[in-house]
């Protein structure tokens, strides 16, 4: 594929007109063809050419406009992973993963997780600014008044088994939320979305803490409006009715800065998950628990959790040479989990943070821990090994984030949920973009079959 110095020429045959979307609120300026630009696609075994737009964004890869190319060419694109494919436009988050960039809003992480908190955050990612004094209260007021759940979601909750892992839970209970309230299902509403969207803010840390009060047999605890966010989620967690929860503010602030740094990370898995699923229309009570569903997995949102099981196989600092030399043979399927990032070919910047908030944590907590131990002396050769330096095998937030929320006390099964539970408004942002989007249509991915090509029916007596 060449780049042309002119404008697109019209291609040999047309594509077909899209089908009109139906009618959306809308939207703010889309990205547009770079002036002057395109790209020309040549059929080596025909010499046929054709011409296609290209798009620019205000950061990152230009992009090659391929919405007519099956149209025109009776070509698809293959692109398993959809690792070099645009699905969408987005405001909401950019990340450079080779200069170690994460901006939401335009704001970098680093200065997010430092200076703000989780509701404004929550916020910048909704709304696209960051909020007044006025706006903020009013948006804390909200969200505090949604909190509480209904009554009787707490007998969804008996139908689970006591060791049924939360995510598990958390699946069944986040898509029921839709038979409970009915008053803000309709997605072309605006007022039903707002509604709908502070809902699954507000509810989310409550069912996670009511998904772990009922793995362990104790009382469910209801939110309180006069504590902040994170300290809600901790006393939810936490406090029974025998005897006062006191919050620790620096466990707090480290519960503030996990929500903040996995608040959203452009377009991975569970939020390409919740789009698609919301391209259909489907209720965002239905998406957001399609995304959570998508988070479970290992190589998702398991991957803390990944890291602490690979720490429990581990089990002793005499043994982490061993793995380490595991870790560098080609030929073993053995990985160090909670090193290097898909994404992230420098430093992962959340990771400093985390780096930071794991030793804030660990020396309030005055924890003694043989597998924190085993954890730190992992990092410490990690970050000064040839080996993982020439790599860039750095330790990721999942490595960090792991230690710090074991430190806190927070059973290993639980720290998917609480990714859940921090990255639910970074879903709904995107989710609501989407439904705002004039442009945006069902997904339907294509294929590239390799299966059997049309035969005949062959009846059981002659098989």
């Given at each position: 594929?060449?780049?042309?110095?002119?404008?697109?020429?019209?291609?040999?045959?047309?594509?077909?007109?899209?089908?009109?979307?139906?009618?959306?609120?809308?939207?703010?300026?889309?990205?547009?063809?770079?002036?002057?630009?395109?790209?020309?696609?040549?059929?080596?075994?025909?010499?046929?050419?054709?011409?296609?737009?290209?798009?620019?964004?205000?950061?990152?890869?230009?992009?090659?406009?391929?919405?007519?190319?099956?149209?025109?060419?009776?070509?698809?694109?293959?692109?398993?992973?959809?690792?070099?494919?645009?699905?969408?436009?987005?405001?909401?988050?950019?990340?450079?993963?080779?200069?170690?960039?994460?901006?939401?809003?335009?704001?970098?992480?680093?200065?997010?997780?430092?200076?703000?908190?989780?509701?404004?955050?929550?916020?910048?990612?909704?709304?696209?600014?960051?909020?007044?004094?006025?706006?903020?209260?009013?948006?804390?007021?909200?969200?505090?008044?949604?909190?509480?759940?209904?009554?009787?979601?707490?007998?969804?909750?008996?139908?689970?088994?006591?060791?049924?892992?939360?995510?598990?839970?958390?699946?069944?209970?986040?898509?029921?939320?839709?038979?409970?309230?009915?008053?803000?299902?309709?997605?072309?509403?605006?007022?039903?979305?707002?509604?709908?969207?502070?809902?699954?803010?507000?509810?989310?840390?409550?069912?996670?803490?009511?998904?772990?009060?009922?793995?362990?047999?104790?009382?469910?605890?209801?939110?309180?409006?006069?504590?902040?966010?994170?300290?809600?989620?901790?006393?939810?967690?936490?406090?029974?009715?025998?005897?006062?929860?006191?919050?620790?503010?620096?466990?707090?602030?480290?519960?503030?800065?996990?929500?903040?740094?996995?608040?959203?990370?452009?377009?991975?898995?569970?939020?390409?998950?919740?789009?698609?699923?919301?391209?259909?229309?489907?209720?965002?009570?239905?998406?957001?628990?399609?995304?959570?569903?998508?988070?479970?997995?290992?190589?998702?949102?398991?991957?803390?959790?990944?890291?602490?099981?690979?720490?429990?196989?581990?089990?002793?600092?005499?043994?982490?040479?061993?793995?380490?030399?595991?870790?560098?043979?080609?030929?073993?399927?053995?990985?160090?989990?909670?090193f290097g990032h898909r994404v992230y070919k420098n430093y992962d910047p959340r990771a400093?943070?985390?780096?930071?908030?794991?030793?804030?944590?660990?020396?309030e907590l005055g924890v003694k821990d043989d597998l924190l131990d085993v954890a730190l002396?992992?990092?410490?050769?990690?970050?000064?090994?040839?080996?993982?330096?020439?790599?860039?095998?750095?330790?990721?937030?999942?490595?960090?984030?792991?230690?710090?929320?074991?430190?806190?006390?927070?059973?290993?099964?639980?720290?998917?949920?609480?990714?859940?539970?921090?990255?639910?408004?970074?879903?709904?942002?995107?989710?609501?973009?989407?439904?705002?989007?004039?442009?945006?249509?069902?997904?339907?991915?294509?294929?590239?079959?390799?299966?059997?090509?049309?035969?005949?029916?062959?009846?059981?007596?002659?098989?």
């Amino acid at each position: 594929m060449k780049k042309a110095a002119k404008q697109p020429a019209k291609s040999k045959s047309s594509a077909k007109p899209a089908a009109k979307p139906a009618a959306k609120p809308a939207a703010k300026s889309a990205a547009k063809p770079a002036a002057a630009e395109s790209m020309n696609l040549t059929e080596n075994a025909s010499g046929q050419n054709w011409t296609l737009p290209v798009m620019s964004g205000t950061l990152g890869p230009k992009v090659i406009d391929v919405r007519k190319l099956y149209g025109d060419t009776d070509y698809f694109t293959y692109d398993p992973g959809f690792t070099s494919t645009a699905s969408c436009q987005s405001k909401i988050t950019f990340i450079d993963g080779d200069k170690g960039i994460l901006l939401h809003r335009g704001y970098d992480i680093v200065d997010l997780a430092e200076k703000s908190d989780s509701m404004e955050v929550a916020y910048l990612l909704l709304n696209g600014e960051l909020p007044n004094l006025q706006q903020k209260t009013k948006f804390e007021y909200d969200i505090s008044r949604h909190t509480m759940v209904h009554e009787q979601i707490q007998f969804f909750y008996r139908g689970f088994r006591r060791d049924a892992h939360p995510m598990a839970i958390m699946c069944g209970v986040v898509g029921g939320l839709a038979a409970f309230y009915h008053d803000s299902l309709d997605i072309n509403d605006p007022h039903q979305r707002m509604v709908a969207s502070y809902r699954l803010i507000a509810k989310m840390p409550t069912l996670a803490a009511m998904a772990y009060k009922y793995s362990l047999g104790q009382p469910f605890i209801h939110p309180r409006n006069d504590l902040k966010y994170a300290e809600n989620f901790l006393h939810m967690m936490y406090a029974v009715p025998a005897e006062e929860y006191k919050i620790s503010p620096v466990l707090s602030r480290a519960m503030e800065r996990i929500l903040i740094l996995h608040a959203d990370h452009e377009q991975n898995a569970s939020t390409s998950t919740v789009r698609l699923a919301g391209s259909s229309g489907a209720n965002p009570f239905a998406c957001i628990a399609a995304g959570i569903a998508s988070l479970w997995g290992p190589a998702h949102g398991g991957a803390n959790e990944a890291v602490l099981n690979m720490l429990h196989e581990i089990g002793d600092k005499k043994r982490i040479p061993e793995f380490i030399k595991r870790a560098k043979d080609p030929k073993d399927n053995f990985r160090l989990m909670g090193f290097g990032h898909r994404v992230y070919k420098n430093y992962d910047p959340r990771a400093k943070i985390m780096q930071r908030t794991t030793r804030e944590v660990l020396n309030e907590l005055g924890v003694k821990d043989d597998l924190l131990d085993v954890a730190l002396e992992l990092e410490r050769i990690a970050l000064h090994d040839d080996y993982f330096i020439e790599k860039q095998l750095y330790p990721n937030i999942d490595f960090y984030s792991g230690i710090t929320l074991k430190a806190m006390n927070f059973p290993t099964a639980m720290f998917t949920v609480l990714f859940a539970v921090a990255r639910t408004v970074g879903w709904i942002a995107q989710w609501k973009e989407m439904i705002e989007d004039q442009g945006s249509r069902i997904g339907r991915p294509r294929q590239l079959y390799t299966g059997e090509k049309q035969r005949d029916y062959v009846p059981m007596s002659k098989r």
